[in-house]
DNA sequence: GAATGACCAAATTGTATTTTTAGTCAATCC
DNA sequence: GGATTGACTAAAAATACAATTTGGTCATTC
């Protein structure tokens, strides 16, 4: 390792820039600028722009599920754990710069690698989820199913009453929001008997 | 009534145009022309081209709406009731060439005038299950809740499984698709005891 | 008096020109 | 002598401007 790191100069110049400009309004000059290396010396670590933002998503993908991996418990029932993760992933996403500015690219110029980006976060909460729900199964804690199937429904279920929703209505209250997913959840509308 | 129904002649020349070619590329020139009426007759009727396509529009609606409303059967359960409500307008949205087109024209062009016509058919959706889903409530035969959250979760989860589901997997088989829809609405998924 | 199409301003599209950008590589540095 | 660099290039994107198209009008025609 040299006196600096200029691979991790280069990855933090890079981190920020993405966040704050998204991916087509981030050149590899200005990263250049901010990480104080030449130009030449950002290709000496990446191949090209597209894989160095690709290091950059892998770390906050990785963090993402980090946090939601916090959140499980075996011994919490799987309601529970499924709403936890959810909340904190989606507050994640509306908190974290990168993902803000990410999908404002997409509505606004619809840049493909922003695209592909978020496509990519959907497809790690998925099979975080799969996952999930699978083990659950496996433990006999909710009932058999396609869990691929299931993990899609739950998630867009809870993208829709939380950002959607938000979108043409006021928010709705956690304790609502929970509610709701409970509903659907563990016992659906079926009248108390 | 004249010897030719001039007004009738401008509709269907202009469903024919917006269904085919959306609404940005529909001119009035081009509705005229295949209408076979002067251009400045369209404008006897219509105060411009945004109402003219809100007739049309509006009669896909009550259309839509029609179908819908033929699938709701007093005496059936709630659950089969929403489903094939639910089923015929997802059917109808992907046979009829005006919302086919309008999405069409979303995702590439961005108009905002098919933006705002098909959230005007996802709204009398919502309208439409919200009535269904209080008038469920009212009989008893579900539980209480707030109508409107429901709706909105119902129609979105129903999307995802459908036309969403279809854009990434081979699409689901119908007994599938009920089933899990089912599920949702009825048990959750808790274990069976 | 209903119907029309030539007409116009505004918007859209096409095009030529300039600027910016991703990526390279010979020269430089330590 | 391998790491580092920034001037350089081809390609892409932005800009400026000309040409065309389009929604809407209204004097004229039927």
Redesign the interface.
């Known amino acids: 390792m040299a006196v600096v790191d200029r691979r991790e100069q280069v990855l933090h110049a890079a981190a920020q820039s993405f966040s704050l400009f998204g991916y087509k309004a981030t050149t590899m000059d200005q990263v250049a600028k901010i990480a104080n290396v030449g130009k030449g010396t950002i290709y000496t670590f990446f191949e090209n722009k597209e894989e160095l933002f690709d290091e950059i998503l892998l770390g906050a993908i990785r963090e993402l599920r980090h946090r939601a991996e916090a959140e499980i418990h075996a011994e919490r029932p799987?309601?529970e754990n499924v709403y936890h993760a959810l909340d904190t992933i989606v507050e994640f996403r509306e908190e974290h710069e990168l993902f803000l500015k990410l999908s404002q690219e997409l509505r606004d110029i619809g840049t493909p690698q922003a695209k592909a980006a978020l496509f990519k976060v959907e497809s790690v909460v998925l099979q975080f989820l799969e996952r999930l729900i699978r083990e659950s199964m496996d433990k006999?804690?909710?009932?058999e199913?396609?869990a691929e199937?299931?993990a899609?429904?739950i998630l867009?279920?809870f993208?829709?009453?939380t950002v959607?929703?938000d979108m043409h209505h006021p928010p709705?209250r956690k304790e609502?929001l929970k509610e709701?997913i409970f509903?659907?959840?563990?016992?659906?509308?079926?009248?108390?008997p």
């Open positions: 799987f309601f006999g804690a909710i009932r199913g396609n199937v299931i899609f429904g867009k279920l993208i829709a009453m959607e929703w709705m609502e709701h509903t659907f959840l563990t016992q659906g509308f079926t009248a108390a």
